[in-house]
């Protein structure tokens, strides 16, 4: 998103009007209709009741209080190989549009939520991290929304960059397809913060992501960050073959290279177009013109829809060509992906998602 996001609309839980959060919020969002409403709840079956109740709730900011859990495994699909990684849910939904987004499906509330409640998020983490203190933590927002898309709204970036820096054994990620990093850059870098892009191809990024910045303006993003002496990773996820992707991801992979330092990206990640089979309906019915269901899909050992394995093992084969002599200095791994696939593609299988969290997390263990 080239430019800033700004709701048409802000509803304000009740008991959660006199949290600093909201009032920072507020005054950045001075110009936009605001309504004090009694029951989050509620508005959330209002909008499910909606026509379109995912455009209606991209333009619509929910103030309100996380009342469940803060932190989480990832949840890795059955059957495939994990990497261990926990996930913080501060900030729900996306007011970027991909095609194939999952949370389209995923969540049950479809505004873009803020939980403004930090003191408990900062009180569950430290127990969190005090059950976890033997040993190295991955953990990053960005799996229930962009981490950084609002960001000039919140601050959130500042306060989380500010918490992490200080925890020697825990890795902390921020996944973003914006350059809103303004933030990022004020706060001091650490051997332990990474700042993450989701990358794809040129064409893949201009018409399925809508409202991201494209691919050129993330690597600019990514070079900024590093300059500031932030370590930054890449996800090209979801890899989609259309005609010429060779080509396409190529040139992006390319680009990466040319722009970016390899000692300075912390990961990289791979992960093929899947998604749940209730998501097919979605896709057709609010972007009939994707292109992304075109190619044939199987139904996988989780039940989403995914590429026949030789397709996706020769997608990833190609990843690893493009990377030539970078692959040496870069961890590569799967996202959701069998040993199978890690043995043909990369000459490794991990017994299980401790594996590979051992695997990213090593450069930084031996760098301490
Ligand atoms: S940036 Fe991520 S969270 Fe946002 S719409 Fe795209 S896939 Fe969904």
């Not at 991909?98 to 479809?110: A, E, S, V």
């Not at 706060?187 to 893949?204: G, H, K, M, Q, Y």
């Not at 590093?226 to 396409?248: L, T």
């Not at 692959?327 to 992906?337: L, S």
Request: glycine content about 6%.
């Amino acid at each position: 998103m080239s430019n800033p996001y700004f709701p048409k609309q802000i509803f304000i839980d009740k008991k959660s009007l006199h949290f600093p959060l909201t009032e920072k919020i507020l005054e950045r969002t001075s110009h936009i209709p605001t309504e004090i409403i009694e029951n989050a709840q509620d508005l959330i079956s209002d909008f499910g009741a909606k026509r379109d109740p995912l455009l209606l709730g991209k333009q619509t900011l929910l103030i309100t209080q996380q009342r469940g859990v803060f932190v989480k495994p990832c949840p890795c699909t059955p059957g495939y190989i994990g990497c261990n990684y926990f996930i913080i849910n501060t900030d729900l939904n996306c007011p970027l549009d991909c095609t194939y987004c999952i949370l389209q499906n995923y969540l049950d509330n479809p505004l873009i939520t803020v939980h403004v409640n930090t003191e408990n998020l900062w009180h569950q983490m430290d127990l969190f991290l005090s059950r976890h203190r033997h040993h190295i933590i991955r953990i990053g927002t960005g799996e229930l929304g962009d981490s950084l898309v609002l960001d000039h709204l919140t601050d959130r970036s500042k306060e989380m960059l500010g918490y992490f820096k200080e925890k020697k054994n825990v890795l902390f990620e921020l996944k973003t397809k914006t350059t809103n990093i303004a933030n990022v850059l004020e706060s001091p870098p650490s051997e332990t913060i990474i700042i993450a892009w989701s990358l794809n191809s040129a064409r893949i990024a201009q018409e399925e992501e809508r409202g991201a910045p494209s691919v050129a303006e993330r690597l600019e993003a990514a070079h900024s960050v590093m300059k500031r002496g932030y370590r930054v990773a890449f996800h090209f996820d979801p890899i989609i073959r259309y005609p010429g992707w060779e080509e396409g991801y190529a040139e992006v992979v390319d680009q990466m290279l040319t722009k970016i330092e390899t000692q300075k990206i912390a990961w990289i990640s791979l992960g093929s177009l899947r998604f749940p089979p209730p998501l097919k309906e979605v896709i057709l019915k609010r972007f009939p013109q994707s292109r992304i269901l075109y190619e044939e899909l199987i139904r996988g050992k989780d039940g989403k829809f995914r590429y026949f394995k030789p397709l996706r093992i020769e997608l990833y084969r190609n990843f690893v060509k493009f990377l030539g002599k970078a692959i040496r200095d870069i961890p590569v791994y799967f996202c959701m992906e069998s040993g199978d696939v890690w043995k043909k593609v990369l000459k490794k299988e991990p017994k299980g998602k401790e594996e590979v969290e051992t695997y990213l997390s090593l450069p930084f263990g031996d760098s301490r």
